[in-house]
């Protein structure tokens, strides 16, 4: 379709969910224009961004009981505000929330007020990404806060599409859960660019997997650096969820802006 | 303020005018998030983002008459959209769109249909940043498309508050709205990272400034990439309008949660 064709009818709107950590909705939206095959400014797909964080209740909080408050209630009052700004699909950059208690009663919530604002499932369109263009590999590993590991949000859905799974041995999984959370070296705290000692701890991390058996590894939290680690790691695919949420949101409204798939994953295919 | 204290009345949401080009929105979400003082993720402001890059017509081609749809009416549905989400203040990293033409207009509309969020103006802002932080400062050398040399849109503010101005000659001014439009090694083509051609040029540029007397040089296009020409450049304090628009838009809804000033230029206040 050419340029002039393109602003006879505007083009659909991206809708974001942000604040989770402040961060990751301006990475996912980054991601989004990365991704995107534009040769101009006008090219460049609509992005309606909410970064809300105070209004969410940590979802690890809410998930292992220390809290009745489900922030799923706040996330679909967001939702229905990128819904009224003219989203007709979104993305949450959060592992977390994607837990059933979560997305499922977010989903129910939004449905059930009328709005027909479409949420992708970051984990699934993960999941169904790597079984379309990774069919050579055997074992994942993932990383991910000892919250997401609790409840098998990565596990579950790779091992029904017929991967192997590996997770950290408890001390390096505890390892990574600081690397993450820590208030002073952690990625929550300072993730740019990332502490030397947080990223030495996931290269590690990384390390382990492979010699558990990882063809690949799943960074399996919104705060897990992609690009110091990718420029580190050659071994094998590092895969960014949030990248392939970005992939999938521009290619649910506009396939025809998304890029093809990174030589860094693409490579991949053909070994 | 206690955090404690800080979620009994929710935050006010800062909006974001995005889309001019792709990257000036999440680059000043961004700096709003790095400039924000703040221990956890909820210590975070909320902030909205609408980044519809093909509603809104080149400011340029509008400015210099070779359309009469003047960009200031999409401007204003989008900031209208940002009011309607709930946001209190607003502002716009995009200098051109700060000339009068489409600034005062936009403002006007805004007003006429009864919305109150207030949009600051990054270019006053920055001048009167630079008033009241660099007192020792007298002559200021600017950077900037040629459409924004030809409007005076520095010029004539820096002036007024006392300020002697530089501009490069014109064959320097002539590469440096090249680095910026030029579809193979410009900056809106390629600025994450800036290609070594565009960074060169910019390098080169400020030190022309300088060799015409400047103390200071305003990076005077939101596309004009702060972080690898600082690291680079420790003769002059470099302004970044983008950066000084986070640090109002804070100050106007949430002072207690503003960084000091950053030692690149807060040192200079000493000297």
Redesign the interface.
């Known amino acids: 379709m050419s340029a002039s064709n393109?602003?006879v009818s505007?083009?659909k709107?991206i809708g974001v969910i942000?604040?989770?950590?402040?961060?990751a909705g301006?990475d996912l939206?980054?991601k989004i224009?990365?991704q995107?095959n534009?040769?101009s400014?006008?090219?460049?797909l609509?992005?309606?961004?909410?970064?809300?964080?105070?209004?969410i209740v940590?979802r690890s909080t809410f998930l292992f009981d220390e809290t009745d408050t489900n922030p799923a209630y706040a996330l679909a009052d967001i939702l229905r505000?990128l819904d009224?700004?003219?989203a007709v699909v979104a993305g949450m950059p959060c592992n977390t929330a994607h837990a059933p208690a979560i997305f499922d009663t977010l989903v129910d919530e939004v449905r059930g007020t009328g709005h027909d604002v479409r949420l992708l499932h970051m984990i699934e369109e993960t999941v169904q990404f790597m079984q379309a263009t990774m069919p050579h590999i055997d074992t994942v590993g993932t990383l991910s806060t000892q919250a997401v590991y609790d409840l098998q949000l990565h596990r579950a859905p790779l091992e029904a599409a017929g991967f192997n799974v590996v997770t950290p041995d408890p001390p390096m999984r505890e390892r990574v859960n600081t690397t993450i959370f820590d208030?002073t070296f952690g990625l929550?705290a300072q993730s740019?660019p990332a502490t030397p000692q947080a990223k030495q701890n996931l290269l590690d991390a990384i390390a382990h997997l492979i010699s558990k058996g990882a063809d690949a590894v799943v960074l399996g939290c919104t705060e897990l650096p992609l690009a110091p680690l990718a420029a580190d790691m050659d071994m094998v695919p590092l895969i960014d969820p949030a990248e392939i949420l970005a992939r999938a949101l521009i290619k649910s409204v506009h396939p025809d802006h998304l890029k093809p798939v990174a030589p860094r994953l693409a490579a991949f295919q053909t070994t």
């Open positions: 393109m602003s505007p083009k709107v942000g604040g989770m950590g402040p961060h301006v939206v980054d224009i990365e995107t534009a040769s400014d006008h090219d460049h609509p992005v309606a961004l909410l970064s809300y964080p105070e209004r940590d505000a009224a700004a003219g208030t929550k740019h």
